[in-house]
């Protein structure tokens, strides 16, 4: 079946799903076969979770058992703050930026795969499809801190139609589908989720739209859990179990789990000890489902526009595809089944999926840099409109210029034309922002593009172009010029809550061992 070659004797092909709640390392085999590696502990899947014991960082099953009894020492679902400057929590007296954390969790997964597979650095790392610029930025940021090369972000929901049109066979040039298959690609992990309208045309993937919510995953359906058996509980004992953080750190873990078993059992029973009295309490799978049909009905809502913006009927969708942990709860495929009209497909890894598309893209990448022609080729689109901040010459209010509407296809150009204000002006400031909404407050701030060093004597109202490019992966570029002028322009792109090169250096030489000297 496969055709991708394992690239080269000494790089390896490995591609990361960085997950909310969980991450995988896949590895292309010999015969270009994505295969997922297990950590130190003999584990597919690494809990994303950091205890912060001492001076000693701790990553995985055993940060995640620490939630029961340190919960105050132990950073959950980091990936969902990404783009913040720091975690909510401190550690010790100390905070640290989102980015940090995960690397972290990525540093583990370099050291412990490399015990198996030899150094390496190069690497793909997947993102959510609705994550915006700065979160991407954030993630490669933590790539590098982690002591990796970041050869590219690729979208989870392309990975996981990446690793299923390989289990299809479709990478062979004479496995290809006969006619374009249209996939829409449900990805509820555990703490994001994402809908994607793929296209697979012969050897290409194209994102058709792409919709989804970084704040909505498993974690929110445990919550919920956690919520009716702590009710259950006060109703028993008129005590409140999620006031204590070390109970409710040990509730949750065992709601967590209690929803793995609710979704093969028609109930399942919670122990829960708090203030001297302990309850066994007992959730059905009716309320369980009940008590979390608002966050389901989030995620069709979501699900209906996305096929709406791809200008698409459920009769041209050929599959449904399942990714993410989440998907196994039987209301998600029941959901699905009555919207679409099909049975929606798990054929691919629920959990592994993301991390194999991710690898066989990586083997994509150093082929290609090897000067080997690709099996496949990959087309996106936008998550997010992108603007600039201009004042509305009316209102003199300001607002979002959106330059590149979302679902735009990548990688794609904008040019916008700005005039000095007056004669002899040295410099411009360009507010980017990322969002839909007319007012900027409501977006996401990029960045601010400043432009120093404007030609001398240019008179009032001379224009400056400055163009945007979204390249596939997502990130943006900014160039600026000044037309009928051949001096060049600098343009600074500073990052709104961005780690400065010379942090990302240190952070990369304390938490990897790997000074920026080193960086292969
Ligand atoms: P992922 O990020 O794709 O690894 O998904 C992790 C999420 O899937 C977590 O919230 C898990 O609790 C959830 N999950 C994994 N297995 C199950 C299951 N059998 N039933 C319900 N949720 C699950």
């Known amino acids: 079946m496969a055709t991708i070659r394992d690239n080269s004797e000494t790089i390896p092909a490995i591609g990361i799903d960085l997950g909310t709640t969980f991450s995988v390392v896949s590895k292309l085999d010999r015969a270009g076969k994505p295969v997922t590696l297990v950590n130190a502990e003999g584990d ?67 050291r412990d795969m490399s015990t198996q597979i030899g150094p390496f650095s190069k690497v793909v790392v997947t993102v959510p499809a609705y994550f915006d610029e700065v979160r991407r930025k954030a993630t490669q940021d933590a790539g590098y801190m982690a002591g990796f090369e970041v050869m590219d972000i690729l979208n989870e929901p392309t990975a996981a139609a990446i690793a299923f049109g390989y289990h299809e066979g479709y990478m062979n040039a004479d496995g290809r589908p006969e006619r374009p298959q249209r996939i829409l690609v449900y990805d509820l992990g555990g703490g994001t989720f994402d809908v994607t309208v793929m296209e ?19 974690y929110d359906w445990d919550q919920r859990l956690v919520d009716l058996v702590a009710e259950g509980f006060i109703r028993e004992h008129y005590a409140d179990p999620r006031e204590d953080p070390l109970i409710a750190g040990k509730l949750w873990r065992e709601c967590e789990d209690a929803k793995r078993t609710l979704s093969v059992r028609g109930k399942a029973a919670v122990a829960c000890d708090y203030r001297g009295f302990s309850s066994l309490v007992t959730v059905t799978r ?17 699900t209906v526009q996305t096929l709406s913006a791809a200008r698409l009927g459920w009769e041209q969708i050929d599959r449904v595809l399942l990714v993410g942990g ?11 089944q009555e919207l679409s009209g099909k049975e929606p497909d798990s054929t691919v890894a629920a959990d592994e999926a993301v991390a194999h598309g991710a690898a066989l893209h990586a083997g994509l990448l150093l082929a290609k840099s090897q000067g080997r022609p690709a099996t496949f080729k990959i087309k996106n689109v936008n998550s997010h409109s992108l603007g600039v901040v201009g004042t509305d010459p009316q209102t003199k209010r300001k607002r979002n210029g959106i330059l590149i509407p979302r679902n735009t296809p990548l990688p794609v150009s904008a040019k916008r034309t700005f005039r000095t204000q007056k004669a002899n002006q040295q410099s411009i400031l360009v507010q980017v922002v990322e969002g839909e909404n007319p007012s900027p407050d409501d977006c996401t701030t990029i960045g601010r593009c400043s432009v120093r060093r404007l030609p001398p004597d240019l008179p009032r109202r001379a224009p400056i172009d400055v163009l945007f490019q979204y390249q596939t992966n997502g990130r943006l570029k900014v160039r600026v010029t000044v037309p009928d002028s051949d001096v060049k322009v600098e343009t600074e792109f500073t990052r709104e809550n961005a780690l400065p090169k010379e942090h990302l250096d240190g952070w990369r030489r304390h938490i990897s061992g790997e000074g920026p000297t080193e960086y292969r």
């Open 44 to 110: 597919l899947l690494t809990p994303s979770v950091v205890l912060f014991d001492g001076d000693d960082v701790i990553v995985g099953r055993e940060a995640w058992k620490a939630v029961a009894g340190e919960a105050d020492s132990v950073a959950l679902c980091t990936k969902r703050e990404m783009g913040h400057p720091v975690y909510h929590k401190n550690f010790q007296g100390k905070q640290y930026p989102p980015e940090v954390i995960e690397a972290w969790i990525l540093n583990k997964l370099r």
């Open 200 to 218: 697979i045309r012969g050897d290409r993937y194209i994102a058709r739209a792409t919709d989804g919510d970084v704040q909505l995953g498993g």
């Open 286 to 302: 009716e309320q369980f489902e009940e008590a979390t049909q608002d966050l389901l009905d989030r995620t069709r809502f979501t």
């Open 326 to 336: 989440s998907t196994r709860m039987p209301m998600v495929r029941r959901m699905l």
